[in-house]
C-alpha cells in the first residue's frame, strides 16, 4: 500500500527541492514476518509432563544431529519404589505415595521440589549437545547441574551459560576439569555470575585459573550473589591469588571460599590471606587444605584474624606444614585475653571462630603445651580438629585438662595419634566433668603399649587434678 505523499517541506532561500518524496509502507499482514512467545522462566513446565519434555528434547537432538546423552534421559526418567514424598506446594502439605511408577509419569512441577541434579561428568559435550539440552533446562529447575569434565568449548559454554542464566537452572554449577572453555566460555560463566539472581555455589576445580580466567572470576565476585565458592587445585599460587583478594575485600556476600591443593606459600600468599581477613568480615569459612602456609604464613592468617571481632567461623589448615612454633600466634587469637598489661582485660579478638582444623601437621605435644590456657580461655571454639598432629599420652593429658573446663566444645577429633592407655584413661575422667562435648574421635584400634608405668602415672596425676577440679566445682 502506498502511503500519502509528504507535503513538500519549505526549502531555505536559494535552495529547491530535487523533485517529491514519498514514503511507502507494506500491508499490516506482512509488517509481522514471526513471532516467539515470551514465557518466564520456570513457568514452561508448569503444564508439561516429562515425558513431553524427554520427547521434546529428544526431537531437539535429532535438529541439531546429535544422539540424545543417556545419563541425562536415565537422570530424568527416575523410578521410585516404595517411596512415601512430603511436600509443600502452595502452603499445602502433599503426602504422595506411589510404587513401581516412572517419575516422568508426574507433572514438571512435582520434580522441581525435589533435589535433583542434572549430572554429565566425563562425556563430551559439543555446541550440539549443549543446544539440545535447552528443552529441558527450561522447563526444570535444578539443585545441581554438574559438568565435571564435559569437556565444553567455547561455543558450547558460551550457549549453556546463556540458557542457565535465562531459565535460572540451578542453584549450583559445577564446571571443574573443563580446560578448554576459552575466554568466550569464560566471558559467559563471568557474565552469569554477574547477574544470577539464583545460583549460589559454584565449583571450579581443577582448572589453570592464570591469566584471563582468573580476571573473568574476579570482576564477577565483585556482584554476584554466590555465598560458596570451591576452587581446589586451580594454581592459584602468585598474581591469579593477588586478583582474586583484590575482589574478595570487597565481596559482602560470599561465605564459604575452599582453596586447597593450591601450592599456596608461606610468603606472599600468606600475606594475601591475612589482608583478606583483615577487610573482609562476611566469610565464614575458609579451607586452606594442602597448601604449605607453615609457622611464618600461620602468622599473616592470626593478623587478620586479629583484626576480626565477628566473621570468620571455621578456619581448616590442615596439612600445611605448621609446626609448634606456629601456636605462639594462634594462641593468642585463641586467648581470652589480649597480649595487653595485666591490668587490661578485653574480650576476644576473634568472636567467631567456632571450628579449628590443625590435622596432619607436626605439632606434637609442645603446641598442645602453647595452647592449653588459650583453649581454655576461648568463648567460642566448639569443634577442634587434632588428628595426625604427633602427640601422646602426654599431649592427651593436656587435652583433657582443658575438656574438663571446657564448657562450650562439642568435638574433638585426636584420630591417629600415639595415645596409649594413659591418654585414654585422662579422656575418660575429663568427661565424667564436662557436659558439652558430643563427639570424641578416637582410633577404633588403639595402638598396643608395652609398659604401663608412664600411663599410670600421669593417670593417676590427673585424677588427682581432676578430682580437686570437681571438688571446687561442687563447693562453688
Same mark, same amino acid.
Given at each position: 500500500m502506498m502511503g500519502h505523499p509528504e507535503e513538500e517541506a519549505p526549502w531555505p532561500l536559494g535552495k529547491k527541492s530535487r523533485g517529491e518524496k514519498r514514503v511507502t509502507f507494506p500491508p499490516d499482514e506482512e509488517m509481522v514476518l514471526a513471532f516467539s512467545e515470551n514465557r518466564k522462566p520456570g513457568q514452561a513446565g508448569n503444564s508439561l509432563t516429562l515425558t513431553e519434555i524427554i520427547l521434546a528434547y529428544k526431537q531437539s537432538c535429532i535438529k541439531h544431529e546429535v544422539k540424545p546423552n543417556p545419563k541425562t534421559l536415565d537422570q530424568i526418567q527416575v523410578k521410585y519404589t516404595n517411596t512415601t514424598l512430603k511436600v509443600k506446594y502452595t502452603n499445602v502439605a502433599l503426602k504422595v505415595k506411589y510404587t513401581n511408577v516412572a517419575f516422568k509419569r508426574w507433572p514438571v512441577w512435582l520434580l522441581t521440589l525435589l533435589p535433583v541434579l542434572i549430572s554429565v561428568p566425563g562425556i563430551h559435550l559439543d555446541y550440539g549437545s549443549c543446544e539440545s539440552l535447552e528443552e529441558i533446562l527450561k522447563s526444570v529447575q535444578f539443585n545441581l547441574i554438574n559438568l565435571q569434565g564435559a569437556e565444553l568449548d567455547e561455543n558450547g559454554a558460551t550457549s549453556l551459560m546463556d540458557m542457565i542464566l535465562y531459565y535460572k537452572s540451578a542453584t549450583h554449577l559445577d564446571v571443574s576439569s573443563n580446560t578448554s &572453555?576459552?575466554? *568466550?566460555?569464560?566471558?559467559? @560463566?563471568?557474565?552469569?555470575?554477574? !547477574?544470577?539472581? +539464583?545460583?549460589?555455589? $559454584?565449583?571450579? +576445580?581443577?582448572?589453570? $585459573? !592464570?591469566?584471563?580466567?582468573?580476571?573473568?572470576?574476579? =570482576?564477577?565476585? #565483585?556482584?554476584?550473589?554466590?555465598?560458596? $565458592? #570451591?576452587?581446589?587445585? %586451580? +594454581?592459584?599460587?602468585?598474581?591469579?591469588?593477588?586478583?582474586?583478594?583484590g575482589s574478595l575485600?570487597?565481596?559482602?556476600?560470599?561465605?564459604?571460599?575452599?582453596? +586447597? /591443593?593450591?601450592?599456596?606459600?608461606?610468603? !606472599?600468599?600468606?600475606?594475601?590471606?591475612?589482608? @583478606?581477613? =583483615?577487610?573482609? #568480615? %562476611?566469610? !565464614?569459612? @575458609?579451607?586452606?587444605?594442602?597448601?604449605?602456609? *607453615?609457622d611464618s604464613g600461620l602468622e599473616e592468617l592470626c593478623d587478620g584474624l586479629r583484626a576480626q571481632k565477628y566473621g570468620l567461623r571455621a578456619l581448616v589448615l590442615c596439612n600445611n606444614q605448621i609446626t609448634h612454633r606456629g601456636m605462639t600466634h594462634l594462641e593468642s587469637v585463641l586467648n581470652r585475653v589480649s597480649?595487653?598489661?595485666?591490668?587490661?582485660?578485653?574480650?576476644? &579478638?576473634?568472636? *567467631?571462630?567456632? &571450628?579449628? /582444623?590443625?590435622?596432619?601437621?607436626?605439632?606434637?605435644?609442645?603446641?598442645? #603445651?602453647?595452647?592449653?590456657?588459650?583453649?581454655?580461655?576461648?568463648r567460642s571454639l566448639t569443634q577442634l580438629i587434632l588428628a595426625s598432629v604427633g602427640i601422646t599420652c602426654e599431649g592427651a593429658v593436656l587435652l583433657a585438662e582443658f575438656l574438663a573446663e571446657s564448657r562450650l566444645l562439642q568435638t574433638l577429633d585426636v584420630r591417629h595419634n600415639h595415645v596409649l592407655t594413659g591418654g585414654l584413661m585422662a579422656f575418660a575422667l575429663a568427661l565424667r566433668i564436662n557436659r558439652s562435648l558430643l563427639q570424641l574421635e578416637l582410633d577404633h584400634n588403639p595402638k598396643e603399649e608395652t609398659v604401663t608405668f608412664w600411663g599410670m602415672k600421669t593417670t593417676a596425676r590427673f585424677r588427682k587434678r581432676a578430682f580437686g577440679f570437681t571438688r571446687s566445682v561442687h563447693q562453688s
Open positions: &572453555m576459552g575466554v *568466550s566460555g569464560w566471558q559467559a @560463566l563471568s557474565y552469569l555470575l554477574k !547477574q544470577s539472581e +539464583c545460583l549460589r555455589r $559454584l565449583d571450579a +576445580c581443577n582448572i589453570s $585459573l !592464570q591469566d584471563y580466567p582468573v580476571q573473568a572470576l574476579s =570482576k564477577a565476585l #565483585h556482584t554476584s550473589r554466590l555465598t560458596v $565458592l #570451591h576452587l581446589e587445585n %586451580t +594454581c592459584l599460587s602468585g598474581r591469579p591469588l593477588f586478583t582474586l583478594v575485600k570487597k565481596n559482602t556476600v560470599l561465605q564459604e571460599l575452599y582453596l +586447597c /591443593d593450591n601450592e599456596l606459600n608461606s610468603y !606472599q600468599d600468606s600475606m594475601q590471606l591475612g589482608l @583478606l581477613l =583483615k577487610y573482609n #568480615h %562476611t566469610l !565464614q569459612t @575458609l579451607d586452606l587444605s594442602n597448601n604449605t602456609i *607453615s597480649p595487653q598489661p595485666p591490668s587490661i582485660l578485653l574480650q576476644p &579478638m576473634s568472636r *567467631s571462630l567456632e &571450628m579449628l /582444623d590443625l590435622g596432619r601437621n607436626n605439632l606434637e605435644n609442645q603446641g598442645i #603445651h602453647i595452647l592449653k590456657e588459650a583453649l581454655i580461655s576461648n
